[in-house]
C-alpha cells in the first residue's frame, strides 16, 4: 500500500511539470494508469527528445505491429544500428525509458548523420509487445518498407511524415 502511494505521489509531482504534464495526463488517461503503465511513464528520461503524443504514439504501435507481421521490422539497439548504417530504415523507434539510457544514445546521432526520422515512444514493454516479442522488452526498432505489396508503404510515409514534423 506505501508503495502504491508513494507512485501515485510521484506521479503527481511529474504531472506538475509544465513540460510533460499533458502527454503523461494523455497517456494515464488513456491506458487506466495501471501499476506497470505508470512505471513506464515515470520512467522516461528527459534527454528522450522528440517524443511522440498520444497520437502520434498509437499509430506507430499500429505500424510496428503490422510491420512486424510482414517482416519489414528490425528489433533491438543492434540490429536497428545495422539497419541505420545500411540505410534501410525509413524511421527508427527509440524506447524513452531504456535504463541506462546511453545504450540506445548513438541511434540518434546515426540517424542525423543519414537523415532518418527517429522518435521516443515512453514505453519499452508496449513497443516489445508490438513488435511481437512478449517476454522481453525492445528498446529500439526500425520500420523499412522493402516489401512493394504489402500495403504499408502509405502508412509509413505518412508516419515517415509526421515524425520529421517533430524535429522541427
Not at 505491429?65 to 510482414?70: K, L, M
Not at 519489414?72 to 535504463?99: M, N, P, S, W, Y
Request: with cysteine; proline share 5%.
Amino acid at each position: 500500500m506505501g508503495t502504491q502511494i508513494a507512485k501515485l505521489s510521484l506521479l503527481h509531482h511529474l504531472l506538475m511539470q509544465p513540460a510533460r504534464s499533458s502527454f503523461l495526463r494523455h497517456i494515464c488517461a488513456a491506458t487506466n494508469a495501471s501499476d506497470k503503465t505508470t512505471e513506464a511513464v515515470v520512467n522516461v528520461n528527459p534527454k528522450a527528445q522528440p517524443l511522440a503524443d498520444t497520437e502520434l504514439y498509437t499509430s506507430i504501435i499500429e505500424v510496428v505491429r503490422d510491420a512486424s507481421e510482414v517482416r519489414q521490422l528490425k528489433k533491438g539497439a543492434h540490429e536497428v544500428f545495422k539497419t541505420l548504417h545500411r540505410g534501410l530504415a525509413d524511421f527508427v523507434i527509440i524506447a524513452a525509458d531504456t535504463q541506462p539510457l546511453d545504450i540506445v544514445l548513438h541511434l540518434p546521432t546515426l540517424a542525423k548523420t543519414k537523415k532518418i526520422p527517429y522518435v521516443f515512444v515512453p514505453s519499452k514493454q508496449e513497443l516489445g509487445r508490438a513488435c511481437g516479442v512478449v517476454i522481453s522488452p525492445v528498446v529500439a526498432c526500425a520500420v523499412m518498407s522493402t516489401h512493394i505489396g504489402s500495403g504499408l508503404d502509405a502508412r509509413i510515409s505518412k508516419l515517415k511524415v509526421a515524425i520529421q514534423n517533430l524535429h522541427m
